[in-house]
């Protein structure tokens, strides 16, 4: 089945594939855990039980995606140090400390506090209980902010020398962390991640409102949704535009395969390239549909700006252009339907038919995986483009890559292809088995029950969930 790739590829294959399925779960998990200190906040600010009920709803949902996203994490630690072992000795004595800030701080610190979140609101009161999620929140950006200051340094490397064995040295720790593509790398990230909360918290309030347009819980979860899509979206996309320029700067040959641009321009009108079919053998984009100039504007450049091409780059530093071009206008185009989906529900709102718009809850439900799937387009755009370096300009992926054999990553990628399908597909079923179900509105007990001339009638059922605060 692997005959035809040799053990680098494979390697990277193996890497992809588990990093794939990693990366959704805290995308995920980072939005989720500040919707549930916004919903704490706001039930303790206001005592109104919808937002108890989304909070007990969600918190259910964060504990199984977090639980997957630590399980899927751990194994990137194994490939470091079996398939991405000279990798590891060369660049540990700058990326290791970092990975280990990651693990002291923000893992310690989610992990910390989520038992308390989780089970602890009857035990440790409400002050405690909102600190607790609060800093399970803060736990989870403290953790994207050291994985992307170690990925952005991959990216752009600062701060650091190359000493007599090949090994990078830190020199300048400030320089490290904040290297040059670390604060439009991370921004960009968290609120792909918010996004991407919104968008599923969207889906499953549609969802419910379709099937009921009264009910409480749902109106109340999509609406918020809809304010995330409508608000974050331009942020969103500037964020990206921004990101762009910053990656013309530091990695002009990624742009050049986002952009197809495999000749120069030297008289300017670089086009915008809207589709292609990107050809490496014969270094030209096949049936090209282009807005000349449109690219130079993008840029910020003149119209008459010469830009370069691939033609000035040798084949063997050249990214595979067909992955980058193509994942990076899946990218974009997600963004812009989730920009349509905000201004939609904006318009719905605006004429008080937020929740009787059909349509737009259907387009909702069909929406809730885009934000995953931007995220993957996004860090496929960014990890290929990337390439043929791990460490950009100075250490190729070939020289990063242990001495194995292709059989043996063969066998473990096999193995790897059938416990994550197993694991982590029975994870997502469960997950989705939640989200089909509505929130549960609290039940409170003797107070609540009709009063009549004898007394009070037997108490309704309490909700279990709601005593035991899961």
Do not use: C
Request: hydrophobic share 50%.
């Amino acid at each position: 089945m692997f005959d035809s790739f040799s053990a680098e590829m494979l390697a990277r294959v193996q890497f992809a594939f588990t990093v794939s399925f990693h990366i959704v779960f805290p995308a995920f998990s980072i939005g989720l855990a500040s919707y549930l200190a916004v919903l704490n906040g706001l039930w303790l600010r206001t005592r109104d039980k919808t937002y108890l009920a989304l909070f007990n709803y969600w918190k259910k949902i964060f504990a199984v995606a977090f639980g997957m996203g630590v399980v899927s994490g751990i194994v990137m630690s194994y490939q470091f140090g079996t398939n991405w072992s000279v990798f590891s000795d060369k660049a540990g004595p700058v990326v290791g400390p970092l990975m280990a800030y990651e693990v002291l701080s923000a893992f310690f610190l989610e992990a910390g506090f989520l038992g308390i979140m989780l089970f602890g609101r009857e035990r440790v009161g409400d002050k405690l209980h909102m600190f607790a999620t609060a800093m399970v929140a803060f736990g989870t950006l403290m953790s994207a902010t050291w994985i992307l200051s170690v990925n952005s340094w991959m990216q752009t490397p600062a701060g650091y020398s190359i000493a007599e064995n090949g090994q990078f040295v830190p020199e300048d720790w400030w320089a490290i962390i904040f290297n040059p593509s670390f604060p439009y790398r991370l921004f960009h990230m968290v609120l792909a991640a918010y996004l991407t909360t919104a968008l599923v918290v969207g889906a499953v309030g549609a969802l419910h409102l379709l099937r009921d347009k009264a009910d409480k819980e749902a109106r109340r979860m999509f609406s918020m949704a809809m304010w995330m899509a409508v608000i974050v979206t331009p942020i969103q996309i500037f964020a990206g535009h921004e990101h762009g320029l910053n990656t013309l700067e530091h990695q002009p040959v990624k742009i050049m395969a986002m952009e197809g641009h495999y000749e120069s321009y030297p008289e300017g009108w670089t086009p915008l390239y809207l589709f292609g079919i990107p050809n490496d053998k014969e270094q030209r984009l096949d049936y090209a549909i282009g807005i000349p100039g449109l690219g130079n504007l993008i840029f910020e450049h003149p119209l008459d700006y010469p830009t370069k091409g691939l033609d000035t780059i040798p084949d063997a530093d050249q990214p595979p252009v067909f992955i980058v071009f193509w994942s990076f206008r899946v990218m974009v185009a997600l963004g812009f339907l989730m920009l349509g989906l905000g201004v939609w529900s904006a318009w719905a709102r605006w004429r008080n038919k937020l929740f009787e718009a059909k349509w737009l809850h259907r387009a909702s439900i069909a929406m809730g995986p885009s934000g995953f799937i931007a995220v993957l387009a996004g860090w496929i755009t960014t990890e290929v483009g990337r390439q043929p370096y791990t460490v950009y300009g100075l250490l190729r992926t070939s020289d990063s890559l242990a001495p194995i054999d292709a059989p043996a990553v063969a066998a473990s990628l096999i193995a790897f292809i059938i416990v994550y399908f197993a694991v982590f597909g029975a994870g997502t079923y469960y997950l989705l088995r939640m989200m089909n179900k509505r929130p549960a509105t609290p039940k409170l007990g003797l107070r609540d029950g009709p009063i009549r001339t004898a007394g009070i009638t037997p108490a309704p059922q309490v909700d279990p969930d709601f005593i035991l605060g899961e």
